[in-house]
């Protein structure tokens, strides 16, 4: 993937993690699931296996978002290196064109 396409891809994970319906949704499901952690009896090991799977999944979703969002701004660091490259180059060759 290049770098103008991570940089595309992270600003719409930013764009999800930033809207107040995600940020609902995360809370509702944060809190529905330590909800049903406190209510299911010590003796219901499958019961607590579950939902600890169903926390890890959750867990793997919203973290999965946060890294596209982040490797956008690890792509804008290197879009940034590039264009300065880039610019370095062509005043160079401006200066040995003189």
Do not use: Y
Not at 49 to 71: H, K
Not at 82 to 91: C, D, G, I, M, Y
């Amino acid at each position: 993937m290049t770098p103008e396409e991570e940089l595309r891809r992270a600003g719409e994970a930013q764009q999800v993690l930033g809207s107040s319906v995600f940020q609902e949704a995360c809370n509702r499901i944060d809190e529905g699931l330590a909800a049903q952690r406190r209510g299911v009896p010590i003796t219901a090991t499958e019961m607590h296996t579950a939902l600890i799977l169903t926390e890890q999944l959750w867990s793997n979703v919203r973290n999965w978002i946060e890294q596209v969002a982040q490797t956008g701004k690890f792509a804008q660091i290197e879009l940034d290196r590039q264009r300065t490259l880039r610019q370095r180059a062509e005043e160079t060759v401006r200066i040995w064109r003189r």
